[in-house]
């Protein structure tokens, strides 16, 4: 009876307002656009996207998180479908386009049961419960364990996420440098490993020459030259003092008055200069280094008086820098001149040298005895071709990090989908719960249509495989290349665990969260009628209604 009087208007007239069904069935086919949009990003055969922002730059990728993050969208659902595509990435590293897929087919699944009018509860906790069983089944039947220090293995690993990009044709290369990039910065220390990639393995693009010639520096390179033309450029087994103090006068902070009464006052003044500076160049001859690096300024009296010692100079490096500097030669970075001593010197670099690359100048400190930290030197054709490759091997770097803390492994191309999907079926369990099982497929079957191959009878085949086989876990899934059904174990194409684990946990929450609303309410702001602000109509307008 209610339902039929005139609703009264509570909240302000320029506020849309949408509810009930008709908010969940776009939530949800706006999902399905995402998943569509980034599809053909998946796999070997993956195509890639020319993406042009409105400042006229150019990005070139097929990396689903590079792709949804230059792209602008309006719906809010939409935005946190791509939210989901930079938590996956800043978690595990690689898998951003397959958690969109699969959250895209999570949303479409669950598309049939809103329209039978079954309440959003219901899916949600068949969906929950699906996802408890997927994580058991993941952890419990077919992952296989792997030996950390057997590098074949690990190395088969890293391939099978490098081969799906741009990078894929220098496989074993960008495999090779991820591995050492991970394997050199790991520390292990009471009994607790930290492996920081972001922090202290740095990748260095230089356009020119070839991709091959890329490699993983033991040690540092810095786009920087030497402060003073006279300065040694090459030293073999340097002594290095780190410092993050600047070796110039130091000005008043604030406004400064001096009065200067006779002529003698202005040259007392400057000896005073003068000598300070001596004395902060004095404070480091003491420990006798051979390089000083300083995150602030060097003034020309300072480098006078290092260039007399025989010492090299260079400033103004970044915190970051001098940071996996310091890790590098076993160097500590030191506040204030006075504090200087023995102990803070970096002997562990071999080598200090500075080469002219491109038309540009570059330090290397390398040859390093334990380095903890590291450079990826890049090179390549364009700045173009540099992105893609820097963005590919973050990936690798990521898989090979996930690899030395949880060694665990699942088979490829879409096998651990099926394998998954076929464990839920056999539950028995109907409606939504026999819907995630469906949704699993959405894998193989992108897979099989990103090489062109009959999607129905290769997906029927696959199925057919996994539903026949009775001996452990089923490790058949579809080669990317050809779009035929290939033992994954014999390709020796491999998963880490905990990338597809985030993968589905990721892809299920937000098909939960998204599934959850039932309004959505956009307004603009108050607008004030005295002639100033836009007139409600300009708000709407603007707002595209």
Known sequence: MYAQQQPILILS?????????????????????????????????????????????????????????????????????????????EEVGDGTTSVIVLAGEMLSVAEQFIKQQIHPTVII?????????????????????????DNKKLQEVVKSCVGTKFVGRWADLAVRI????????????????????????????????????????????????????????????PRIVLLDCPLEYKKGESQTNVEIVGDQDFTKLLQIEEEQVARLCADIIAVKPDIVFTEKGVSDLAQHFLLKAG???????????????????????VNRTEELTEKDVGTGAGLFEIKKMGDEYFCFVTECTDPKACTILLRGASKDVLNETERNLQDALHVARNLMLEPKLLAGGGAVEMAVSQALTNK????????????????????????????????????????????????WGID?????????????????????????KTA?????????????????????????????AAAAAGKGE
């Open 13 to 89: 007239k320029n506020t849309q307002r949408d509810s009930g069904r008709k908010v969940q069935l776009e939530n949800i086919k706006a999902g399905i656009y995402i998943a569509d949009l980034i599809r053909t990003c998946l796999g070997p055969q993956a195509m890639m996207k020319m993406l042009m922002d409105p400042m006229g730059g150019i990005v070139m990728t097929n990396d689903g998180n590079a792709i949804l993050r230059e792209i602008t969208v309006n719906h809010p659902a939409a935005k946190s479908i791509i939210e989901i595509a930079r938590t996956q990435d």
């Open 125 to 149: 906790r068949a969906y929950r419960e699906a996802l408890e069983d997927m994580v058991r089944i993941l952890q419990d039947e077919v992952s296989i364990e792997l030996d950390r220090n």
């Open 178 to 237: 991820a591995l050492d990039a991970v394997q050199t910065v790991t520390l292990t220390e009471n009994g607790r490993t930290e492996i920081d990639i972001k922090k202290y393995a740095k990748v260095e693009k230089i356009p020119g020459g070839s991709i091959d010639d890329s490699c993983v520096l033991r040690g540092i390179m810095l786009n920087k030259d030497v402060t003073h033309p006279k300065m040694r450029r090459y030293i073999e087994k």
């Open 311 to 333: 010492i090299t100079a260079i400033r103004r490096l970044r915190k970051t820098d001098n940071n996996r500097l310091a890790r590098a030669c076993g160097a500590t970075i």
């Open 428 to 475: 028995q369990i109907q409606g939504p719960y026999r819907a995630v099982a469906q949704a699993l497929e959405i894998i193989p079957r992108t897979l099989a249509q990103n090489c062109g191959a009959n999607t129905i009878r290769t997906l029927t085949a696959l199925r057919a495989k996994h539903a026949s086989h009775s001996d452990g876990p089923c490790t």
């Open 480 to 504: 990317g290349e050809s779009g035929q059904l290939v033992d994954m174990k014999e390709k020796n194409i491999w998963e880490p665990l905990s990338v597809k684990l985030q993968v589905y």
């Open 508 to 536: 299920v929450e937000t098909a939960i969260l998204l599934l959850r609303i039932d309004d959505i309410v956009s307004g603009s702001k108050k607008n004030s009628n005295d002639g100033t602000g836009p007139s409600p």
